[in-house]
């Protein structure tokens, strides 16, 4: 079995080399239009917001608020140790810096295994700014920010889903927050910026290698709008959501494309999930079963509030 899988990654590595020359254009335009798209949709929101972002999490300005709601938050999800902190940060840093603060904070035994499990699949937040300068293309603000929401607030459902898988350590629901020192935010700013385009300079090559796999599965297999975008959401949601506006369908169909294309994250999202958590407990299916149940949830609670609204 192993043998056959070798033997088709090497006929798959190849036939794409051979498209690669044989239709070069398509690599040259990939290429341009990703970073072009890099530079005008993704930089702008996200560059100051993870800033900002790291500017609230190394300042610890949240413990306090921890310290109180804890052990709260521990007995509704059924986790333990600092699971409330850890999911703060993560709100704050979104995706897929979640998955190295869960990480981090397993390393550190500041969740149990079984926390971090559970979290993994709770903690997945497109970063807002983002979110708004992208949807505001294709949607008014009301339905912009009643996506945004829907996908924040499902995140919440989805962590009493997981809430059954029983925790062996809730003996440390009563949490103390160790005292941290406190570092001026103007010594912090260096490094934030720092940080800030080292992240954004990874999310410019995912959206180029998943621009440049996305065209030329469409130069092979042609689609149609929709099957396009949906096609390239499946791959990366940056491009998707970038070429929404162009699909000529009724306002809510496209409002729930837009808005599960978001909840699954895509596979760009998915394949760097599974390398930072590779060589941790935390398992995959955990992540993955959590962006099924966003779409689910997210779509639920999408005609939901649209019933509500409009009824």
């Not at 992240?199 to 297999?221: A, P, R």
């Not at 959590?290 to 779409?295: A, D, P």
């Amino acid at each position: 079995m192993n043998k056959v899988k070798k033997i088709f990654t090497i006929i798959l590595l190849f036939s794409f080399i051979y498209l690669l020359f044989r239709y070069n254009f398509i690599l040259q335009k990939s290429v341009n239009d990703a970073v072009l798209l890099w530079l005008n949709k993704v930089f702008p929101s996200l560059f100051i917001m993870f800033i900002i972002n790291d500017l609230i999490i190394n300042s610890h300005i949240l413990d306090n608020l921890c310290n109180l709601i804890s052990p709260i938050f521990n007995k509704i999800y059924n986790v333990s140790g600092t699971s409330l902190e850890c999911f703060i940060l993560c709100l704050f840093s979104g995706t897929p810096s979640a998955a190295y603060i869960i990480k981090e904070m397993l390393s550190n035994n500041s969740i149990h295994d079984e926390d971090a499990n559970k979290l993994i699949s709770f903690t997945f937040f497109s970063n807002p700014l983002f979110l708004y300068n992208i949807l505001s293309i294709s949607f008014n603000k009301f339905i912009t920010l009643k996506i945004i929401i829907i996908h924040y607030i499902t995140n919440l459902l989805i962590g009493l889903f997981f809430m059954k898988n029983k925790s062996n350590n809730n003996n440390n629901n009563n949490i103390t927050f160790k005292n941290k020192e406190n570092t001026k935010i103007i010594n912090l700013i260096p490094k934030a910026i720092s940080k800030s385009f080292n992240t954004l300079l990874m999310i410019l090559g995912t959206i180029t290698f998943y621009m440049i796999i996305s065209n030329y599965l469409l130069k092979i297999i042609p689609l149609n709008i929709i099957g396009e975008v949906i096609l390239r959401g499946i791959l990366e949601i940056t491009q998707s959501l970038n070429i929404l506006p162009n699909l000529n369908i009724l306002s809510m169909i496209k409002e729930i494309i837009a808005l599960s294309i978001i909840s699954f994250g895509g596979l760009s999202i998915h394949t760097q999930i599974l390398n930072i958590i590779s060589d941790t407990p935390i398992k995959y299916k955990n992540f993955f079963i959590g962006r099924i149940l966003h779409v689910l949830f997210s779509t639920f609670l999408y005609c939901l509030t649209t019933i509500i609204i409009y009824s």
